[in-house]
């Protein structure tokens, strides 16, 4: 899996909107991009997940320019209850093995 | 959506003794299913990956002798910690894939865990 590079920390207060960046410099032409959301002592979450331009869900959008070497998930005006670590993950649909890098600590206060 | 069942959600054992945590996927067939081990404030680690009906392929690192993986059917998995010791106290996951999923990597789904504590 290509290897990823997310800001480790980001500090918000409710209502606002949430952009992290990641980088993916080596991203292969079959590669997509995957964000999972996780809490304390939970699993992950998928969230969202694009290969090219713009996703958008209930949940997020994800925006991925052209070149497709970063990814930013933005999370629209956010609530404590997003207050989790958010990973990004690129790789190929067949390959089945998720390599999960340190992700980033968002934390939302009131 | 797809459910990934993990139980217990938390154990505690002595040490020296063996631990078995299950995974079972609620409403889809899993060939593939992976075992997590996360450590506090740290990220995901593979430790291995579980194919029904053939050997787990562990990381490299992973002692296999310690970290027994059976996948007996396509919808359980389970892994036990074999005489466990404090430094295995961790945070263990399991997710799985869809049998028939179109590949994409949203098609795994997470377990919600299980803290193990080894005393």
């Known amino acids: 899996l290509a290897k990823t590079t997310q800001p480790i920390s980001m500090d918000s207060y409710e209502g606002q909107e949430v952009n992290i960046t990641c980088s993916h410099n080596n991203i292969a032409t079959n590669d997509y991009i995957t964000w999972y959301q996780q809490f304390p002592s939970q699993g992950p979450r998928f969230i969202i997940q694009?290969?090219?331009t713009k996703v958008t869900n209930e949940v997020a959008s994800l925006f991925i320019p052209a070149d497709r070497k970063s990814s930013t998930l933005s999370l629209p005006r956010v609530s404590l209850s997003d207050t989790a670590v958010y990973y990004c993950l690129v790789g190929v649909s067949n390959d089945y093995k998720l390599s999960f890098g340190a992700g980033t600590t968002v934390t939302v206060r009131a | 959506g797809a459910v990934v069942s993990q139980h217990p959600s938390w154990v505690i054992c002595k040490s020296g003794t063996s631990v078995k945590i299950e995974c079972r996927s609620l409403d889809f067939q899993a060939t593939t299913m992976f075992w997590y081990r996360q450590f506090p404030k740290q990220s995901l680690m593979l430790m291995a990956t579980?194919?029904?009906?053939?050997?787990?392929?562990?990381e490299q690192g992973v002692e296999k002798d310690k970290f027994l993986i059976n996948h007996a059917s396509l919808t359980l998995s389970t892994l036990t910690v074999t005489s466990a010791h404090p430094e295995d106290s961790s945070f263990y996951i399991c997710s799985a894939r869809e049998r028939t999923g179109t590949g994409l990597l949203y098609g795994y789904t997470f377990g919600s865990g299980t803290r193990l504590t080894v005393v």
């Open positions: 579980s194919n029904e009906g053939s050997k787990a392929t562990y």
């Open positions: 694009g290969y090219k």
